[in-house]
């Protein structure tokens, strides 16, 4: 988040073609993995999934594997031709698990070792070539751990995605390959989960656990989207994925001609890059309430022809317990802020949201801040404020905020790369959370999907 205008959100299109042969995960080190003990600190229990179940718990990763490559296998060899308009043919050298032990092997007539793939996995369609080779000794079963038994299968997804890029003859820059990669991976996920005679069965939290895999394994923010191996920020990767979901193979195929939305900035200065696009807490929550105050005069009479807005008072306090708000029910989900509508009253710890603004950023806070306004308006305007939809509202509500802020409305703040990230990070987070599960809001798949909608349209999705 910066003082000034800029706008985030452009359309990638492409400008000549990508590197020949290889489509690759490319982790930007396995570091990222650290991300994920601030993102996602659930997943406890050892239950087994069933045999072919995947799901956001840690299972049998040869059992992942073989089902994933059963069912991606089914899926494109039915969907090649409807995208494509030709067949599918299988991969002639198969999907090579590597580990230490793994003998040398060769790409493209270059010689790769373990060394090489170390952490990542890859798509190789030289002239002698056609497999995907991936890190079975360390990244599967970091994935597997983390984020359960469905990551592995959205790496292989997105590896296949590139092998049917090649039999296409796809070009385009990296980051719209990457990113229609991405979105096939998302087509895939959407046919395991709705197909009752596929190999793979998606658990309900597969879904959710896909957004989080999106947005660890992503670039470094700062990296410009022109990078020739960018393969998107956060946002740009899940929102790829739900495309596919969502609409299916041939919404991607249309990714190298029409575009596709990307918050892929460089930073500006050297002072954005020294701070990472961040505002210090102090300065970013005065001007988070201003420009949540500005942006709801003029939303509310959109949302609701003739009304108006009363900016809510705020009262922040050290630590918890939240002040309390008489006639309201105590929520048996850890909070970060409180809508007082009686005295029209936001509150929050500042404490707390101090550490989600040093883990997470700048955004992260203005969206914790976001939803409190955007209950604030929801209560002003009659409309309900419990219950899962109206939670999906105030996501939708929080990403029209964040479309405002990109389009230069505000000019006084704009957003910095990475900020869009921000935000999603704590929904995943929040998501995630002990207790979320008891709570009536929305899983992270379906949050993402509300967020996403705001983000791209404004507010009229939000209803």
């Not at 696009?277 to 300065?283: C, H, K």
């Not at 979320?436 to 379906?446: K, P, V």
Request: with cysteine.
């Amino acid at each position: 988040m910066t003082t000034g205008s800029d706008t985030v959100m452009h359309a990638s299109r492409p400008r000549g073609p990508d590197a020949p042969g290889v489509g690759a995960l490319l982790l930007a080190g396995l570091a990222v993995l650290a991300v994920a003990a601030l993102v996602v600190a659930l997943f406890v229990g050892t239950r087994q999934p069933a045999a072919a179940t995947l799901s956001a718990r840690p299972g049998s990763l040869s059992t992942a594997e073989r089902v994933t490559i059963e069912s991606v296998t089914q899926y494109w060899r039915q969907e090649m031709p409807r995208t494509y308009d030709r067949d599918y043919t299988e991969l002639r050298g198969g999907y090579q698990p590597k580990t230490p032990r793994s003998k040398p092997w060769t790409c493209g007539g270059k010689r790769v070792t373990y060394k090489n793939i170390r952490g990542n996995a890859f798509y190789c369609g030289g002239p002698n070539d056609d497999y995907i080779a991936y890190d079975a000794s360390f990244l599967f079963p970091q994935l597997n751990k983390t984020f359960g038994s469905v990551s592995p299968a959205i790496v292989l997804a997105h590896e296949t995605g590139h092998a049917v890029q090649h039999r296409a003859g796809v070009q385009a820059p990296s980051i719209v390959i990457e990113l229609q990669a991405d979105c096939f991976a998302g087509s895939w996920s959407g046919f395991a989960h709705q197909s009752s005679a596929d190999t793979v069965d998606l658990a309900p939290n597969a879904l959710d656990s896909s957004v989080a895999v999106m947005l660890t394994l992503r670039d470094q923010v700062g990296s410009p989207g022109t990078n020739p191996q960018a393969h998107g920020l956060g946002f740009d990767r899940v929102n790829a994925f739900q495309t596919g979901y969502d609409n299916g193979a041939k919404a991607c195929a249309r990714f190298p001609s029409a575009g596709v939305p990307t918050t892929e900035l460089p930073f500006r200065t050297p002072l954005e890059a020294q701070t990472h696009g961040n505002l210090p807490y102090s300065i970013a929550v005065p001007l988070f309430e201003k420009s949540l105050d500005g942006f709801w005069a003029t939303a509310a009479p959109r949302v609701k022809p003739g009304s108006t807005f009363r900016a809510p008072a705020t009262e922040p306090v050290r630590t918890l317990p939240l002040p309390r708000c008489a006639g309201q029910q105590p929520s048996n989900v850890p909070q970060l802020l409180e809508y007082c509508a009686r005295d029209n009253v936001i509150s929050w710890p500042d404490s707390r949201l101090l550490q989600v603004h040093a883990r997470l950023g700048d955004m992260a806070t203005g969206a914790v801040l976001s939803d409190g306004w955007g209950e604030a308006a929801q209560t002003q305007l009659g409309l309900p404020v419990k219950g899962r939809e109206a939670g999906l509202q105030r996501d939708c509500f929080t990403g029209a905020w964040v479309s405002a802020l990109a389009s230069g409305a505000q000019p006084e703040l704009s957003l910095s790369p990475g900020d869009v990230d921000e935000v999603l990070s704590v929904i995943v987070a929040s998501s995630f959370q002990p207790g979320a599960d008891r709570s009536d809001r929305a899983g992270a798949f379906d949050r993402t999907q509300a967020l996403r909608a705001g983000v791209l349209q404004g507010l009229s999705p939000c209803g």
